[in-house]
T-cell receptor
Framework: DAKTTQPPSMDCAEGRAANLPCNHS???????VYWYRQIHSQGPQYIIH???NNETNEMASLIITEDRKSSTLILPHATLRDTAVYYC??????????FGTGTSLTVIP | GAGVSQSPSNKVTEKGKDVELRCDPI?????LYWYRQRLGQGLEFLIY????????KSGLPSDRFSAERTGESVSTLTIQRTQQEDSAVYLC????????????????FGPGTRLLVL
């Protein structure tokens, strides 16, 4: 089964870019990469997703390597409100999302 | 437009009692999911409803867990004879599945129900 690996925790200075890596070396050709985040005591929030091209929206940018075996979520100017657990998810068969334990990002003032 | 809502937001129950958790998806969303998140852990898929198709129950941990959904509206997750290990946050999500593009579907999550079994 396709699986993702993320560092358990990261720190980032406020105002700097936060770069969150994710490895998904067993990804299949028709699987998308999704990123969600979960702020303490809230439900997960969708951030961005992509297949093979880099994607950007108002929240973040997603960089996917050419071989699709890894990706990086970039928060261009991290704020204290970006402190959360960030989940990198590869879409499996059917419509299920399998969440790992994610990366706990702490934005430091 | 309201998002996904869940009730109750918190539930404390005694071991052995039954509990019902409710999810109101975003209007018009055809797919509905239930997840469980234990303290300090990631999300664990439980069950998935899509339109009138038979639900995917592959994530239900035991026969004490069941869920129903009426049409494309409210869903209820029932846990019978609760155990202490059932203590967790139960999250519901909904999405709009467009034929031919299910791979890029985005789920919208509710705030969750925090269940504590004493």
């Amino acid at each position: 089964d396709a699986k993702t690996t993320q560092p358990p925790s990261m720190d980032c200075a406020e105002g700097r870019a936060a770069n969150l890596p994710c490895n998904h070396s067993t990804i299949s050709g028709n699987e998308y990469v999704y990123w969600y985040r979960q702020i303490h005591s809230q439900g997960p929030q969708y951030i961005i997703h992509g297949l093979k091209n880099n994607e950007t929206n108002e929240m973040a940018s997603l960089i996917i390597t050419e071989d699709r075996k890894s990706s990086t979520l970039i928060l261009p100017h991290a704020t204290l409100r970006d402190t959360a657990v960030y989940y990198c998810i590869v879409r499996k068969y059917g419509n299920q999302f399998y969440f790992g334990t994610g990366t706990s990002l702490t934005v430091i003032p | 437009g309201a998002g996904v809502s869940q009730s109750p937001s918190n539930k404390v129950t005694e071991k052995g009692k039954d509990v019902e958790l409710r999810c109101d998806p975003i209007s018009g969303h055809t797919a509905l999911y239930w997840y469980r998140q234990r303290l300090g852990q990631g999300l664990e898929f439980l069950i998935y409803f899509q339109g009138n198709s038979a639900p995917d129950k592959s994530g239900l941990p035991s026969d004490r867990f069941s869920a129903e959904r009426t049409g494309e509206s409210v869903s209820t997750l029932t846990i019978q004879r609760t155990q202490q290990e059932d203590s967790a946050v139960y999250l519901c999500a909904s999405s709009l599945v467009v034929l031919g593009s299910w791979l890029s579907e985005t789920q919208y999550f509710g705030p969750g129900t925090r269940l504590l079994v004493l």
